[in-house]
């Protein structure tokens, strides 16, 4: 299996350095490594190049987004690294082809012209919520929404393309859980 793990951290000097998420991200790639697994891992914040980025989508069979949550969402850089990458992929016609709808076919769905089929896509978030927070009806902040709704824009341009998306209500809250989800959620039978 192929893995491109995407670190979305942007450092914040004092406050926000990255040691976590760069924890999670080297966890993952070890985990997939010591099985066998092909690794290649983007930091976006480092810079790439959005054509390389498109080949490493297409080569993918899992993408994992390790990112802290800023502000409710992914940092910034995330959303240009989107745009340049995903727009890239459109162009060549690598990722997608146009968004599924076509004049000779009205009846297919607007989301549905994605090339990435068969391929996951996951996120690994790291947040300074109490887990409480989430699926919570009664929660002041997200009003019963979980960590699935509140990620809706970043897995939706991951369905656009044809991807399918993990999603988990018990995301693991240490490193020693970090193994088990992977294991359990990414590899799956035969891996």
Known sequence: ???LIINAHLAYPGWSEGKLNL???DHAKAFFTARGHQVAETYVERG????EEVNKHVSADLVILQTPVNWFSAPWIYKKYVDEVFNAGLTTKALLEGDGRTRQDPSRQYGSGGLMQGRRFMIS???N????AFDNPNGVLYGGKGTGDLFLHITSNYKFMG???FKSPDIPSSLEDYSRHLEEHCLGEGA
Not at 129 to 132: D, G, I, L, N, T
């Open 129 to 132: 919520a109490p887990r409480e």
């Open 125 to 127: 978030a790291t947040w």
């Open 48 to 51: 790439y190049d959005p054509e």
């Open 1 to 3: 299996m192929n893995v």
């Open 23 to 25: 924890a999670f991200m």
């Open 163 to 165: 991807f399918d998306i």
